[in-house]
């Protein structure tokens, strides 16, 4: 009976041909693994999921790439990010240069392509991509433009405007503002919406037509309007996509931010009168209806779909919305989603293309658009789908990150020790599974409502294991290392949120209550709770992220986060002074070297606060991983006091100054050489790259500053070279994580520290 019932749970298709949302329980996030999975094994070169038959830079092979990172956000697997990342290589050289790409067309379509590449370079902190970043955005600054200031579509339409443009260029325009701070560009940005919807949109339809001709000179422009004839679906929905996306990134602030509001409520009221009612989907041609030849069409269904989820979600606009976007999406899972007999699925009726004038002449009439090609699997409609799905599924975001990464056992059936999900390795699940992993939570917490580290929450446990944990609460042995205990009472926080179900507050509750029997007087947190025999671990830890976790899970209940909303003011206000102690704490500890504040140790003594010895090659030191993160937190506090911002510029101010440039770590094969503790087939080298990005070591010494190094016989080293081959090769000695302090830097100075830019000589 409970391999038959997993069996319903995680088939996907359960016959070859249309899969039906009555019979099954869709889950976005396994649709979208299955629509990715299909899109690979179709096209294993990214560059050919237009059917191109060679390589070629386009916003479609953009499409796909930023859905594949969208995915390798949720799931984590490798695979979905390799694929993006491939069609980055492919294209990218060393200087930033992109292949085969023609900047003096002005083609608008070839930006969207940079959109990924934010993610691409956040990962890598390769300069090639940010120098590709910067190329696409110069390209916006020499981009002609209608005598309001709105982009042309490309320098072959002179005058003309297009909804697919205001996708291609502006969510792409705003995210490089907000990145590097070029804030007068948000403007731009809202002018291009306002420019295009005051003179496409149709109060009476509700729709936006396809293009505006300024001049008025185009065959297929009204001569009053110089507006096309029709409303073309997936012109509308690369509008709607465009909105959603812009608003991620576009100040709270800005004043031009309630016109894009107020625009997206428009363009949504549009798609929900005309979504077909009995389908849930939306016709090629948006107002008309089953008219001789028209169709539902999936790329347009699928673009409407996510911008409804999305604009639900972030509250742009009501909730009833989410039933539109719903029905729309089982709409496409039911008519428009096709099982192969090779395991992959398709999505059908996708418009090849459409555009307006050109050679040949592209009318935009009714007759036009429905008499071009129709094609399975057109990446303009399966990006959007991934997206869509990824919005639809109904539990996401629950958090995972209380987990174990060794996750030997899952909810999903093994076959002579193959698991039969098809996606088991990834972290999504049913409803019904989400509370089995809840209960296995409650299993492991120990009665002092703490939990002990490295157990995989997720395992389906024997009889004789659930006695054993339930003997083992009694024990002592909890901590905070490695995420535990303060992800847990998270996802417990979710999961009643969810359910109502009382036993998960409680035990939420006590997990809480743990956290803050554990903060030392001085406001500090050890390791591990209740304290053990005295060693490192009772030092105040920020290793691993501890501490900052611990503090991160007190900011939401602080900042009334809906996941603790169940929490009474009692509780609130203990958990306000917890916060308040562990905030001085942290101010105490920043080191003091040369005179000046620096950063942080990995560990303090939890009694004078000084830099404390963690592991053998784990020295008192400034240690620039875990301060980044420190630092980042410190950021993400509102109304932040003098000591706040004083702590932040002086940390700044270190990374900045700590900088190793021309270095590059690489990993190497080597002969294998085996200790006491690992045998090693690898080493890790320094080269001198002056392409490289920079870099930080993980220690610096107390005093001097100077990069430290390590090993097992806590000598003090100067150079990677000096450290035995098993820590050399073990071990983190490098980090780039003081970048992301100082890319967020900016904003945040000019928001709280205007009076001092440490940054600027």
Same mark, same amino acid.
């Given at each position: ?503 998960? *507050?409680? @035990?939420?509750?006590? +997990? #809480?209550?743990? $956290? &803050? %029997?554990? !903060?030392?007087?001085?406001? =500090? ?50 958990? *306000?002074? @917890?916060?308040?102690? +562990? #905030?001085?704490? $942290? &101010? %105490?500890? !920043?080191?003091?070297?040369? =005179? ?62 700590? %900088? ?102």
């Amino acid at each position: 009976m409970k391999k038959n019932w997993i069996l319903v749970q995680l088939l996907l298709v359960i016959s070859i041909g249309r899969l039906s949302a009555q019979e099954l329980k869709i889950d976005g996030v396994k649709m979208a693994v299955r629509m990715a999975n299909s899109e690979i094994k179709q096209f294993p070169d990214p560059w050919t999921v237009d059917f191109n038959p060679k390589p070629v830079w386009n916003y479609t092979q953009g499409l796909i790439a930023q859905s594949m990172v969208r995915l390798w956000k949720v799931t984590h697997q490798q695979n979905y990010y390799a694929y993006a990342e491939k069609y980055a290589i492919h294209f990218i050289d060393s200087a930033g240069s992109i292949l085969g790409y023609k900047p003096d067309e002005h083609n608008i379509d070839a930006v969207n392509s940079g959109k990924f590449l934010f993610d691409i370079y956040d990962t890598t902190k390769d300069d090639r991509y940010k120098r590709a970043i910067i190329f696409l955005r110069d390209q916006l600054k020499e981009q002609p433009r209608t005598s309001e200031g709105g982009f042309w579509h490309k320098l072959r339409y002179p005058n003309q405007m297009w909804l697919d443009g205001l996708y291609m260029g502006s969510p792409f325009y705003a995210q490089y503002a907000a990145k590097f701070n070029e804030t007068a560009a948000f403007d731009d940005v809202v002018n291009q919406f306002v420019t295009v919807h005051k003179h496409t949109y149709n109060a009476t339809i509700g729709l936006n037509y396809h293009g505006w001709d300024e001049s008025k000179v185009q065959k297929w422009a009204d001569p009053q309007t110089g507006c096309s004839p029709n409303f073309w679906s997936r012109a509308e929905g690369w509008y709607a996509m465009a909105l959603v996306d812009v608003l991620d990134f576009l100040p709270q602030d800005h004043p031009g931010r309630a016109q894009l509001l107020d625009i997206l409520k428009q363009v949504a009221a549009g798609i929900k009168k005309w979504q077909d009612p009995s389908t849930g989907l939306w016709y090629q041609v948006l107002d008309q209806g089953n008219r001789q030849g028209n169709y539902f069409e999936a790329s347009g269904s699928s673009m409407f779909v996510y911008a409804l989820f999305k604009a639900v979600r972030k509250g742009y606009i009501d909730k009833e919305y989410k039933e539109i976007a719903r029905k729309g999406y089982e709409g496409i899972v039911k008519k428009l989603i096709r099982e192969n007999n090779n395991g992959t699925i398709s999505l059908t009726r996708c418009c090849s293309v459409a555009g307006l004038g050109g050679t040949p002449y592209r009318s935009g009439t009714y007759e036009y658009y429905i008499g071009e090609p129709v094609r399975d699997n057109d990446p303009k409609g399966v990006g959007p789908f991934i997206m869509a799905s990824l919005e639809y599924n109904p539990y996401w975001p629950i958090s995972m990150s209380p987990f174990s990464d060794s996750r030997n056992h899952w909810y999903g059936i093994k076959d002579g020790g193959n698991i039969v999900n098809p996606i088991a390795n990834q972290p999504v699940y049913s409803e019904s599974e989400i509370t089995k992993i809840a209960d296995n939570i409650l299993l492991y917490q120990r009665n002092n409502g703490g939990w002990p580290k490295n157990y995989d929450m997720q395992a389906i446990l024997t009889g004789e294991q659930i006695e054993q944990l339930i003997t083992a609460k009694g024990l002592d042995h909890t901590t905070f290392d490695n995420s535990t205990t303060y992800t847990h009472v998270q996802y417990l926080a979710q999961v009643y949120t969810k359910t109502s179900i009382e036993k998960y *507050k409680d @035990a939420c509750l006590r +997990g #809480l209550k743990f $956290i &803050l %029997k554990a !903060q030392y007087p001085n406001g =500090g947190w050890p390791q591990y709770y209740p304290l053990e025999t005295k060693n490192y671990s009772s030092h105040i830890t920020f290793n691993d992220g501890a501490y900052i976790g611990v503090m991160e899970t007190l900011k939401k209940i602080n900042d009334n986060d809906p996941m603790f909303a169940f929490i009474g003011n009692d509780m609130r206000k203990a958990v *306000k002074n @917890a916060f308040d102690k +562990g #905030l001085e704490c $942290i &101010l %105490k500890c !920043q080191i003091v070297s040369n =005179g000046r504040l620096t950063a942080w140790c990995q560990q303090h003594n939890e009694f004078d606060l000084k830099p404390a010895w963690a592991r053998a090659y784990e020295m008192p030191s400034i240690c620039n991983a875990e301060s980044a993160q420190i630092a980042l937190f410190l950021m993400s506090l509102d109304n932040p006091d003098k000591r706040v911002i004083g702590a932040v510029q002086s940390a700044v101010k270190w990374f900045n100054e700590s %900088k190793i440039y021309n270095t590059r770590i690489k990993e190497v094969s080597a002969p294998p050489e085996k200790s006491q503790w690992r045998t090693s087939t690898i080493d890790k080298i320094a080269v001198v790259d002056s392409t490289a990005p920079p870099i930080w070591t993980r220690y610096y010494e107390l005093e001097t500053e100077r990069p430290l190094f390590s090993d097992r016989n806590s000598k003090m080293l100067y150079s990677l070279t000096e450290v035995s081959r098993e820590r050399r090769s073990g071990y983190s000695w490098y980090t780039y994580a003081p970048q992301t302090a100082l890319d967020k830097y900016p904003v945040w100075q000019k928001k709280w520290a205007t009076e001092k830019n440490v940054l600027e000589k």
